[in-house]
Structures are given as C-alpha cells and as structure tokens.
C-alpha cells in the first residue's frame, strides 16, 4: 500500500486513514486508486466487518487535488470518485467515517456515503465546487438532500460551510469529542455483535435511500463533464492555483 492510505487491522475492524497531511488529504490519484484497493480488499475480504475512514493531520479531507484531475471530469468521477462511494454505499459491510477540521468538496461526499459519521462541533464543511464554476458531485447533491432536505439546499445550490454543530442539526452527523474513538468503539460493538441484521438494515436503507444511486451518478458525471469544458472552470481552477479572485463570465 503507497503511503497515501494507512492501514490498521483492528481484528474485524479495519482503519482506514487517507494520510496526505500537509495536502490536507487532497484527493490525488494516486490516494483515489489505493483508497478504492483498500476498500475493495476490504469488502473482499470475510474475515472484516467494518472499517472506518478517516484523515491524518488536521482534515479529513478537502476533496480532490486540482492539480491532479484530468481534461475529462466525467472519466475521473466514473473511474475513481463514483467507484470509492458505490463501494462503500452499496457494500453489505458498514463503513463508520471520523470527521474533524476540515472536509470540502468529495471529501464530505465521501463521509456522508457511510453509515455512520461522527464529527466534532468545530469541524467545517465547505462546499466549494462554486468556487472553480462546477456543480457538487460525488454523490453529494443526492445524498445532502436526502438525508438533510430543505436545510441543505442552499449549499447544494449556492455553495458555503457549516460547522458541524450545524451538521448535526441537518441530522448528516453526530458530534462527539473524539470522532476517531467514538468511530472504532462503535466499530468494535458492531463488528462483534448481530452484524447480520445490522447488514440487512443496510440493505433496507439503501432501498429506501439509494435506489436511483447509480442513475443519478451518470447523471453528474455527464453534467460535471459539460461544465469543464466551459471558460469559468478554467477561469476558476487558473485562478485557485494563483491565489485570485476568478472573473467568471457565465459561460
């Protein structure tokens, strides 16, 4: 496994740590390919029942590495971000995520598809998809809404953070002190208990919840794809990497 993901093997618990700290866990491809490995291998794997996500330093992780996307957002959300939220999504396993400082962009996307996500109040979730002219994607505008409804409209729409004191008022997560240790006690009182009827419940949940998951997935890649092709992604993405307010044209 390349240094990007830590792996711990906790037994029937796995701990998984995306550990590009002074990146602040940006979401490069070479993270994305060992992320989707190690969680492949993991739902692969009967011995393991449930792993938990989490990102060293001081974020979980702000989303992906502009400078490592493709001219094809479409091809990189289909071939890697998709992948690594149907893998946790639709896995019988369950997948508790540990949430604190910071997490932007697919990095709260990645969160927000496990089953289980603890957070600290401070914590910030910042929505900057706007800010380089695409819309959310990863999964985010279905799962925000689905799970937080009206409340979270403005930042599916608009952009913007919140805390996680606010997060857990929209219901996304559970704010505890130390999301990490809450995270693997959780994990080791499922692991070690029903874990039967805890994967059915999942199963139900996805019917209920995520039925149309895959659907609407090609939908956003397709989107994602049309907007970086515009001249504001490019205004917008030229402008992050030299630290500029953008122009945007509105085309």
């Known amino acids: 496994m390349g240094s990007e993901i830590l792996v711990e093997d906790r037994g029937k618990v796995l701990l998984i740590t995306m550990n590009r700290p002074e990146k602040l866990n940006a979401m490069n491809k070479e993270l994305r390919d060992y992320l989707i490995k190690t969680i492949r291998d993991f739902n692969r794997n009967p011995e393991k029942r449930v792993a938990v996500i989490t990102g060293a330093g001081r974020a979980f992780s702000v989303g992906a590495d502009l400078s490592s996307m493709s001219q094809d957002l479409a091809e990189d959300l289909r071939n890697s971000f998709h992948v690594i939220i149907k893998e946790i999504r639709f896995s019988p396993k369950i997948f508790i995520s540990a949430v604190k400082g910071v997490a932007a962009g697919a990095g709260i996307s990645l969160a927000l598809a496990t089953d289980i996500r603890y957070t600290t109040k401070e914590t910030r979730f910042v929505t900057a998809f706007h800010n380089i002219a695409l819309a959310p994607d990863s999964g985010m505008t279905l799962m925000l809404l689905r799970m937080a409804g009206i409340k979270a409209e403005k930042y599916a729409l608009l952009g913007g953070e919140f805390t996680g004191e606010e997060a857990e008022k929209m219901g996304l997560f559970q704010v ?18 029903q874990f039967k009827s805890y994967s059915a419940s999942k199963r139900l949940i996805n019917r209920v919840m995520y039925y149309d998951l895959e659907d609407f997935l090609d939908y956003e890649a397709a989107m994602q794809g049309a907007l970086g092709k515009t001249y504001d992604f490019s205004e917008g993405v030229k402008a992050f990497l030299e630290k500029r307010q953008p122009q945007f044209k509105g085309e």
């Open 176 to 193: 505890v002190e130390d999301p990490l240790a809450e995270a693997l006690r959780a994990a080791e009182k499922i692991a070690n208990g």
